[in-house]
């Protein structure tokens, strides 16, 4: 065991640069993807661009397969007229050396062998320049010596001889002259041939033959075929395919592009005037021409449209009206509210002369008081944000100043609860430009249902900030979120628990206000919960006024969330030297003072790394429900009868992240 807990603390320390590396990797490639997303932008929005590209990408293949082919069957057949030509050239030409070695043996001088005695290489030289006389351009000829010889102790002595410039023993290849030697057979084969215009060589065929001269020494002759003609053929050709497969490409896009115009017009007015919908002008209309399918669509969305707006004026009256009927009762509540709440002040100040039923119904009253002028105030801030007229009143504050106040508020519950509220992430300062007010009275109510809700277990509140976004986070574990409920949570007097009796006394409104008070700093307020496992409401605040949202600098779901802590239940064990970036790696919690991973600083609230803790296979990292932006999220649930965590993504809204 001591074995294994000292090779995993050595590939610990291995790992150990991945955490500089990786930060430095992530920047690099976010780097590089940047000029890119204005293009990928465009790509994923315009069906236009994408149908044309599409087709010009395809038309260009097919035009390339065809090219290909094309040029292959002409090159073929340019070689197979080549090569019969040659061997047709070089085989008559062969025949006429025979020839005139024949007749100059039969009429010249013998020797004393019985041999013709004749100048050989006058001879080569003349028959060399004879056969060449009636190919100038097309072919050259060219006569190297053998390296056999009639007699063992005479070799041969043909020195190397070319027409029209070219390199005799340059342009024909070693392995060709041995073949040649080897029987009379005529040879072909592709060579570079190299002359005194073409130093470098160009493609030629040669054909080749062993001879005898007069003398009946052997020699090689050998034809060859440059390609020139061929070339400037098959070139001719390829340009002919190239301009031609541009046009038909172009055409083919052309095509695509007003035919694809043809419905995705139609389409786009159909998105603008459902924008413009959605936007309150309700009188907008699609142009309807012709009898088509696309037609029948405009008129179909034109009669919703004309649905969508009678209703949408209904509701609207409706909601008028209740809101004014809501704003008009909470004014006109005040005034005996005022008179009732001074009746029950001086009755509840007299209490001890009475008996004690009635000194107790006079806390009672008190109590019933109180709670009734929080929902008349609840109420009359809700009918602020139903008419549009809630203001924001923003300056720079510091966080921690906020959540202190908010925790010494809710100190007196929590120690009849018998929880403690823990506090982290307080080390640093976290400024934000926001109104202190709506803040601190989102955060008391987060607080509060935490401790309410927490089954005497504690509360931790997590603070943290990047970027341009600042977070805070409560964590509470008690009887958590069912599946479903994270939606419902900021509904208007919603309860997960109906029969469960209020010990803070609250409106059930406080949600909801605590939502349009997040939305009215332009911020995020999102739940996440498990049966059994607690709950965690997050804050995310921009910076500043003018900042925009893009993600948020704490995780929705906890690091000891359930699902987390079966996904590193595993056969391996991590020692306790491991480091913060290995047990990020593997799912596993991490200490508070664990560097940032993918732009999110880690959980300061997280459980210590225990010795030895079980830890799965490596595993990709989730989707972040933090880039998540919307008012409810996660909620994991269990299937029945196994103990395997899932979790559903309800109503999350969506925001294009360019």
């Known amino acids: ?376 105030s609840d109420l009359l801030e809700i009918s602020r944000f139903d008419a549009g007229a809630a203001a924001l009143e923003s300056e720079p504050i510091d966080l921690r100043d906020v959540v202190r106040r908010v925790v010494e508020g809710a100190e007196p519950l929590a120690e009849r609860k018998g929880s403690r509220i823990l506090v982290h992430g307080d080390e640093q300062p976290v400024t934000v430009e926001a109104d202190a007010r709506r803040v601190e009275r989102v955060l008391r109510n987060l607080v509060v249902n935490a401790v309410e809700h927490g089954e005497g277990r504690d509360v931790h509140v997590r603070m943290a900030s990047a970027g341009g976004a600042v977070a805070v986070a409560v964590r509470d574990h008690g009887v958590g979120l069912k599946p479903g409920e994270a939606t419902r949570v900021f509904n208007r007097f919603w309860r997960a628990d109906p029969a469960r009796a209020r010990t803070t006394g609250g409106t059930g409104l406080g949600l909801s206000i605590a939502l349009e008070d997040a939305r009215l700093h332009g911020g995020w307020l999102q739940a996440w919960g498990e049966p059994g496992g607690g709950s965690q409401f997050r804050l995310t605040l921009p910076r500043t006024g003018a900042d925009s949202l893009r993600g948020s600098p704490i995780a929705l779901e906890p690091e000891d969330s359930r699902r987390n802590r079966e996904l590193n239940a595993g056969p391996r064990t991590m020692p306790a030297g491991a480091t913060a970036l290995g047990a990020a790696l593997e799912g596993a919690a991490v200490p508070s003072h664990a560097p940032a991973l993918h732009g999110v600083p880690v959980s300061r609230f997280a459980a210590p790394a225990i010795p030895n803790m079980p830890l799965s296979a490596p595993r990709p990292p989730a989707a972040d429900p933090a880039a998540l932006p919307g008012n409810g999220a996660r909620v994991v649930g269990h299937h029945a009868g196994s103990g395997a965590a899932t979790h559903t993504t309800m109503d999350q809204a969506r925001e294009d992240e360019s």
């Open 1 to 376: 065991m001591a074995t294994s807990h000292e090779r995993e603390r050595q590939e610990s320390r291995h790992a150990d640069p991945l955490t500089g590396l990786l930060p430095v990797l992530r920047s690099c490639v976010r780097w590089a993807r940047r000029p890119l997303q204005p293009a990928t932008r465009l790509w994923r929005r315009n069906i236009q661009l994408r149908v044309v590209a599409t087709t010009l990408l395809m038309s260009l293949g097919v035009v390339l397969l065809l090219g290909v082919v094309v040029i292959g069957q002409v090159k073929n057949g340019l070689l197979d007229a080549k090569r019969q030509t040659a061997q047709s050239q070089a085989v008559g030409g062969f025949a006429v050396a025979k020839e005139k070695a024949r007749n100059v043996t039969d009429s010249g001088d013998t020797g004393t062998d019985g041999r013709s005695q004749t100048d050989t290489a006058t001879w080569l030289n003349n028959l060399v320049e004879q056969l060449a006389s009636g190919g100038q351009g097309v072919y050259s000829v060219v006569a190297l010596s053998s390296n056999i010889s009639t007699h063992a102790d005479s070799p041969g002595t043909h020195g190397p001889r070319g027409s029209g410039g070219v390199w005799p023993e340059e342009s024909v290849p070693g392995d060709l002259r041995s073949d040649v030697d080897k029987t009379l057979e005529v040879y072909e084969r592709y060579t570079s041939m190299k002359s005194d215009s073409v130093p470098q060589g160009q493609p030629a065929l040669i054909v080749g033959q062993r001879l005898n001269d007069p003398n009946g020494k052997p020699y090689q002759l050998y034809y060859l075929f440059p390609f020139d003609q061929e070339e400037k053929t098959l070139g001719l050709v390829k340009g002919t395919l190239a301009t031609a497969g541009i046009f038909v490409v172009v055409l083919l896009g052309a095509i695509a592009w007003l035919v694809v115009r043809q419905v995705v017009t139609p389409v786009r007015m159909a998105a603008q005037i459902s924008e413009r919908l959605a936007a309150g002008h309700l009188q907008e209309r699609m142009k309807v021409t012709g009898e088509d399918d696309i037609a029948r669509l405009g008129e179909s969305f034109n009669k919703m449209a004309q649905t969508l707006q009678v209703k949408i004026q209904q509701l609207e009256d409706l909601s008028r009206m209740q809101r004014r009927f809501v704003s008009d009762v909470s004014h006109e509540l005040r005034t005996p509210l005022t008179t009732v709440r001074m009746a029950a002040d001086v009755i509840h100040e007299a209490r001890e002369d009475f008996d004690p039923a009635t000194a107790r119904s006079a806390e009672l009253l008190q109590n019933q008081l109180d709670r009734f002028e929080s929902m008349l």
